[in-house]
Each structure stands twice: as structure tokens, then as C-alpha cells.
């Protein structure tokens, strides 16, 4: 019964609402919701979190840093350790020593081949080269003077060739005469005055290397195209077609 009149009651209390006061009520609710679907102004927006971003970016530049430090690291270390092979396990070049060779076409005696091997290192390399020059020259002269007389009928043909060949080791037996004569020279003054022999060795070791390599490279010229008619033509199609065309065009 009790709570029966109750729920009458409040019946009655909405009932008892007049129809202006009830406008005003949902003109108040539409207002509060208004309110709560109106966007938030700057003010009211929480500040972004930086301290996530300042993390990552702390943690990158430490990482730069480690490659960097690690980079550092390892070539102090391969500098170390290639220092201590040099220094301790690599094996040093053996000084090289002198050994008499009998170079028939070179007319300095034993002790001035030897002062060349000891002052002009290279003059010395040029010296035997040279000598093997003028082998080949002889040989090759020796070779066109039995053909010649095999058929003497052609004498000229063979005459003519030979010419070529005597003339480019004459000029070459010439330049190399010119290069033993400051060689004796300068021999005799190191032995009477060692310090003017040295610097005779410094003002002409350039001068002297330079003649006998221009004399060497136009000898060669002549000779380099005996070795590639002596080339043996190689096996397969292709191989033997380069072959042909190298000695050809080259």
C-alpha cells in the first residue's frame, strides 16, 4: 500500500509540471549536451608526450655513437696488428748481391758491372737486357744469311732483311758505347774522391737509365716482331681467330 502511493505521488509531481517549465527543462538539457559535443580549444588539449620521442632519439644517438667508437676500435686494431706482423712475422726483402755474369756484348770489366749493380740498379737491369738484345739480333742475322745462301739465286731478298736487322743493332751496340764511357768515368772518380763520385752518381743516374731505355724500346721494336712470328698458333676456333687477327693489326 505504502509504496503503491508513493509511485502515485511522483506521478503526480511530473503531472503537476507545466508545460512551460517543461520547455525550460529540455532547452537545458539540449544545452548541456551542446556542451559536451562542443570541440576543445586549444587550451583545453593535453600537451603531447615528448618524453617517448626524446628517449628514441637518445637511444640513436648512442647507437651512432657506439659504430662509431666500434669503427675507431677496429682500425686501431688492424693498424696494431698489421704493424706487429711487419714488425715481427713478415719476412723482409733479401738484399739482393751480386753475381758475376759474363755479358759478351758489354765491354766494362767485372769491377764497373759491379759498381753499376751497387750506384745504378736499373742501368745494371738495362745492361743485361741489352746484352740479350743483341743475342737475338745475331741469331736472327745468322738465320737470314743461311737462307740467303741456301738459294742464292734470291741473295737480294735475303741481303735486304739482313740490312734492316744490322742496322737496328748497330744503333743499338752505339748508344750502349755511349753509355759506358760516363760509367768508366765515374768509377775512376769514386775511387779517387768518393764524395764527388757520389754526387756524379746522383747528377747522372736519370740521364744515363733514360738513354738505355730509349735505345732498349726502339731495339724492341724490331725484335718484338720475331717473337710474335715465333708465337705458335693456339688450339680452337676462336683462339686461333684472335691469334690471327693480333698479328695482323698488332
Known amino acids: 500500500m505504502l509504496g503503491f502511493g508513493k509511485k502515485k505521488k511522483k506521478g503526480k509531481e511530473s503531472d503537476s509540471l507545466l508545460p512551460d517549465d517543461l520547455e525550460d527543462q529540455k532547452g537545458e538539457n539540449k544545452k548541456t ?20 620521442g626524446k628517449k628514441i632519439a637518445g637511444l640513436k644517438n648512442l647507437f651512432t655513437k ?20 711487419s714488425l715481427f712475422f713478415a719476412k723482409k726483402p733479401e738484399k739482393l748481391v751480386y753475381t758475376k755474369k759474363k755479358l759478351e756484348h758489354v765491354s766494362l770489366p767485372q769491377e764497373m758491372l759491379k759498381f753499376s749493380f751497387d750506384h745504378f740498379p736499373s742501368l745494371y737491369q738495362a745492361f743485361l737486357s741489352f746484352n740479350s738484345e743483341i ?29 734492316v736487322w744490322e742496322k ?6 752505339k748508344a750502349f758505347l755511349k753509355i759506358e764511357k760516363p760509367i768508366r768515368e765515374i768509377y775512376v ?13 746522383a747528377d747522372k743516374t736519370e740521364e ?8 732498349l724500346a726502339n ?18 676456333f ?13
Open 33 to 52: 549536451e551542446g556542451a559536451k559535443a562542443l570541440p576543445q580549444t586549444e587550451t583545453d588539449v593535453p600537451a603531447p608526450k615528448k618524453k617517448k
Open 66 to 85: 657506439k659504430r662509431i667508437f666500434i669503427f675507431v676500435l677496429l682500425l686501431l686494431l688492424g693498424g696494431g696488428a698489421y704493424t706487429g706482423y
Open 135 to 163: 743475342n737475338i739480333f745475331n741469331t736472327e742475322i745468322q738465320r737470314i744469311e743461311t737462307i740467303g745462301q741456301k738459294y742464292p739465286e734470291q741473295l737480294k731478298i735475303a741481303d735486304r732483311e739482313k740490312k
Open 168 to 173: 737496328s743493332k748497330n744503333g743499338l751496340l
Open 189 to 201: 772518380l769514386y775511387q779517387v774522391n768518393p764524395e764527388q763520385g757520389k754526387t756524379m752518381i
Open 208 to 215: 744515363l737509365t733514360q738513354t738505355a731505355e730509349e735505345a
Open 219 to 236: 731495339a724492341r721494336e724490331q725484335s718484338d716482331k720475331l717473337k710474335k712470328n715465333q708465337e705458335p698458333e693456339p688450339d680452337g
Open 238 to 250: 676462336f683462339p686461333g681467330l684472335i691469334f690471327k687477327l693480333k698479328k695482323k693489326f698488332l
